[in-house]
């Protein structure tokens, strides 16, 4: 560290680059329930995700279904006046609008190991699309399924009887009497295409503990399957074989330590994957090295700050989940009580820390004992890498600016009044992050007076970021709110 003048120049000019705060607003609401209406469990929203375009939204539930979104404000222009002329004005925000459902998953029964296999979609994944076609992955907790969504026209046939003008002539089981001299051709016409969804493959049998995580690979052939001890690599044409790349299932499971929790491809190096663990490291491995990765290429942790660790800090040290940013350089991981900013290109530690759950320090009790600590939130970053979003309690959401000397930071409520329960946020001063001056650290979401007013039965766990657009997609029990900016 150079002296405090020094500093104080690279943080100024980091902030001189940082962009203008973000002023969200309510947008859409799907599945909105009534003041006092119960939501079923087999409705509440466990998995979304936006596909590469960000023209189609998918989101799964814990009653097995996918149900699908399209936007609806793009138009294809016809060359007509009005038409141009709309062009100059575009739509302010991404609009979306219903598309079609379909019953990804059914519950099922493992007569070997006695066990239930739960519908609920635990991840979805978007593949290339080809044909018009959609084509997309869902997973629950055992078995991988391969859909593919095609617009089809619905077909009828029209104009089977006889030509009325021929008089009294009938028909009998459609074939029509013989004094009929000439008979009418039927016609065939096509009435409104509809969404039809068929599953292309089931990738069954591969996992002998529940699936965790699926992410496709930039190749747009394989995607990988990681459950708590292994991660598999799979073709998309071949679904009766996987390949095992990463074990670490110890020979005694007494001598297990960590368990993996998330598994994320690359976004443009095809041979590069991360996958982080319940003890708060990330590992990236490059298949090129051998083909089972049980040795790393590079490790992240946190740097071992010393003092006193109490029963919990294992627990909440583990990560979450895991995304990569667009152009691939950042990593964005949540464990409990932080959201962390890596650069893989600098293992020393994080680039960024953002305070979450600081305030929930002095709770980490209760919340073990109703089991509200093993929750695990996911996170997100905008296209253009300059914020990051998760989630918290009281289905509340936390939007962080990850730029260089940014110090942005939002509080939000999943409702049409995002703001109703915001509480402004204190600040630390931003410290410099390893070595190249990306480390502004939060403090704490909600302030000492307002957490008691927290409700940790309604959880905000499920959350997307738009790939192109400031737009924000979030689950709230049953319900999908959209924010925009």
Not at 1 to 21: H, I, K, Q, T, W
Not at 221 to 250: C, G, Y
Not at 288 to 308: I, M, N, T, V, W
Request: glycine content about 8%; some cysteine; overall charge negative.
């Amino acid at each position: 560290m150079n002296g405090g003048g020094d500093d104080e120049d690279v943080v100024v000019a980091a902030s001189a680059d940082a962009s203008p705060p973000l002023q969200w607003r309510f947008s859409q609401v799907f599945g909105e329930r009534s003041a006092g209406e119960e939501v079923q469990p087999v409705d509440m929203i466990s998995a979304i995700e936006f596909d590469h375009s960000g023209d189609h939204l998918a989101t799964g539930d814990r009653g097995g279904r996918v149900v699908l979104f399209e936007r609806s404000d793009v138009k294809h222009s016809s060359g007509a006046r009005r038409d141009l002329e709309e062009t100059d004005y575009p739509v302010r925000h991404p609009e979306f609008c219903y598309k079609t459902e379909f019953q990804s998953h059914d519950p099922a029964f493992d007569y070997l190991k006695s066990l239930e296999i739960e519908e609920k979609i635990n991840k979805i994944r978007w593949c290339q699309t080809a044909n018009g076609a959609l084509f997309l992955l869902s997973t629950n907790d055992k078995i991988i399924k391969y859909w593919k969504v095609q617009d089809k026209k619905i077909k009828k046939i029209c104009d089977i009887n006889a030509d009325p003008s021929m008089g009294n002539g009938t028909v009998a089981n459609g074939v029509p009497e013989a004094n009929i001299s000439s008979l009418r051709l039927p016609v065939i016409t096509s009435h409104e295409s509809s969404p039809v969804a068929k599953c292309r493959r089931v990738y069954p049998h591969a996992h002998d503990y529940h699936i965790n995580s699926i992410s496709n690979n930039s190749d747009g052939e394989t995607f990988i399957s990681a459950d708590d001890l292994r991660i598999n690599l799979w073709n998309l044409e071949i679904s009766n074989q996987s390949f095992n790349i990463v074990d670490v299932k110890p020979e005694k499971m007494e001598d297990l330590s960590e368990v993996i929790t998330a598994a994320e491809f690359h976004p443009t190096h095809c041979n590069m994957l991360a996958y982080s663990s319940s003890k708060g490291s990330i590992r990236l491995i490059d298949l090129r090295q051998s083909a089972l990765c049980d040795s790393h290429s590079k490790l992240f942790e946190e740097p071992d700050a010393g003092g006193s660790k109490s029963f919990f800090t294992e627990i909440i040290a583990s990560v979450s989940d895991i995304k990569f940013a667009k152009e691939g350089r950042y990593l964005l991981s949540r464990d409990y009580m932080t959201l962390k900013l890596w650069d893989i290109n600098m293992d020393s530690g994080p680039v960024s820390t953002f305070q979450v759950h600081e305030y929930l320090k002095p709770k980490l009790c209760d919340l073990y004992e109703n089991d509200s600590i093993f929750d695990k939130f996911e996170c997100c970053i905008s296209g253009n890498g300059l914020r990051a979003a998760t989630g918290s309690y009281s289905n509340l959401f936390r939007v962080f600016g990850v730029s260089p000397g940014s110090t942005e930071t939002g509080t939000l409520e999943a409702s049409r009044n995002p703001m109703r329960r915001h509480v402004p946020v204190p600040t630390r001063p931003p410290r410099l992050g390893g070595m190249i001056g990306r480390g502004s650290e939060s403090a704490g979401g909600v302030d000492g007076n307002s957490n008691n007013a927290l409700d940790y039965t309604t959880k905000l766990l499920h959350l997307a970021w738009h790939p192109n657009e400031n737009l924000i997609a979030c689950a709230a029990g049953n319900s999908l709110y959209m924010y925009c900016a």
